[in-house]
């Protein structure tokens, strides 16, 4: 028997994606040809080709192709960690030199997201050489309309149950010179096709899987977060499954990393938070992880950042906190009854058993316990939530915010968040 858990999730991939993604247990050697095909005849792989772990899924991918009868022209390594900048250039290189009539990418969120980005440099670089002007929302989309231009299409095949890269239109690009990371938002880029074989994520380090799957977490609370009223109820069906698969996935992962069907239910909630982003948009955490990109990784920074938001945003978003802090409920991390809690009382039960859960995986639950974190980490933070660039996540919070009152409100939930003490707090 199917569990309710995992078939409630299926559901809602298959409603989002349809016959574009491919998703299961070992489906790759099947599934990767077949999704590829439709794309064009002739593929770049841009993959982790140095890594022995990816080794097993090369064999199978390139024996997948080849059946399908697409012809791979080049191999190019994928990018580092947060997909920096250098890495976008260089894969952007490889394309422009073998041009393929489609860019595969493998491996996790950033190794799809560069090569988003690099693929639209190559499609539109003759009109805009530098990647910086992309940066936004619909900048890509507005550019190739304006001069009859199509992207060069990109199959996500992923390997890391997190971001959701494989399934968005978003992608995250960092400038390591100055630490900070940037945000491409555009429907250009989604993939249009993808795949995952969760069992691939298996052989992965216990530190990536913990980090993704608290990024999935992100991913839905902060969407169901700031979803307006049209959205809301749509929203909640997706948190409540994902959430319930992620918290039991992880549950599971952590007492025995080899679980399949823990990396199985890890995979369908973190897809899960990908159908989120492409709904709404995430906010205050996501915008603060930009800023700490060279002392925590994205899913630490973000599980670290949510529940001092939480109870910031608290008394705009008590009928989205009591589905969560339920989630967190059945796992046994919430104490007490949250139908006699309100406002700010329900967001500091719910935040903190968001932090309980980040203590039982063996993360930090406050900036001054990061190695490497200083004071101008926070400063970091209040500029880049004034930049143009990222506004947009400070419009997507429940209690928007704006630059010229991000001090005085941002300020003291980093404030909180440095020292763990969220009385310092102030709700609007």
Not at 99 to 104: A, E, G, L, N, Y
Not at 197 to 214: E, F, I, K, R
């Amino acid at each position: 028997m199917i569990p309710a858990v995992q078939k409630r999730a299926a559901a809602l991939l298959n409603e989002f994606k349809a016959d574009r993604y491919a998703f299961g247990v070992n489906i790759l050697g099947d599934g990767a040809g077949q999704m590829a095909a439709p794309l064009g005849a002739t593929a770049l792989v841009v993959a982790p080709i140095a890594s022995q772990w990816y080794q097993p899924t090369h064999k199978t991918l390139m024996a997948s192709l080849e059946a399908a009868g697409v012809r791979v022209v080049g191999l190019a390594r994928a990018a580092a960690p947060n997909a920096p900048l250098e890495d976008v250039y260089r894969i952007h290189s490889h394309i422009v030199h073998r041009r393929p009539d489609m860019v595969i990418a493998v491996g996790g969120g950033s190794a799809i997201d560069a090569v988003k980005a690099a693929s639209v440099l190559a499609s539109l670089g003759e009109l805009e050489p530098e990647i910086a002007p992309f940066f936004g929302v619909g900048q890509v989309s507005a550019m190739a309309k304006a001069n009859g231009r199509s992207i060069l299409p990109v199959m996500a095949v992923m390997m890391t149950a997190s971001s959701g890269a494989h399934l968005t239109k978003y992608a995250n690009v960092t400038d390591p010179a100055k630490g900070q990371k940037k945000l491409i938002v555009d429907e250009a880029i989604v993939p249009p096709r993808a795949i995952f074989d969760y069992a691939v994520t298996q052989s992965q380090p216990m530190n990536l899987t913990l980090d993704g799957g608290l990024d999935g977490i992100a991913h839905l609370i902060e969407v169901f977060y700031g979803a307006g009223v049209d959205t809301r109820d749509h929203v909640a069906q997706i948190v409540d499954a994902g959430l319930d698969a992620i918290l039991t996935g992880l549950n599971a992962l952590r007492n025995n990393p080899s679980d399949l069907n823990g990396r199985l239910l890890l995979g369908l909630g973190t897809d899960l938070g990908g159908y989120a982003i492409m709904i709404g948009g995430t906010s205050g955490a996501h915008l603060n992880s930009f800023s700490l990109v060279d002392v925590l990784s994205h899913g630490r920074a973000c599980a670290l950042m949510n529940p001092y938001y939480t109870v910031f945003f608290a008394p705009a978003i008590e009928a989205q906190l009591r589905i969560v802090g339920a989630a967190y409920q059945r796992l046994g991390y919430l104490d007490g009854d949250l139908s006699t809690l309100n406002g700010r009382d329900l967001g500091m039960a719910v935040a903190t058993a968001m932090i309980r859960f980040s203590e039982f995986l063996g993360f930090p639950t406050c900036l001054d316990q990061v190695d490497g974190i200083g004071r101008h980490h926070v400063a970091r933070c209040l500029a880049a939530a004034k930049d143009p660039q990222l506004d947009m996540k400070l419009r997507n919070m429940p209690v928007p915010l704006h630059a010229g009152i991000v001090d005085e409100f941002m300020g003291p939930v980093l404030e909180a968040a440095w020292d763990g003490d969220l009385d310092r707090i102030r709700t609007m």
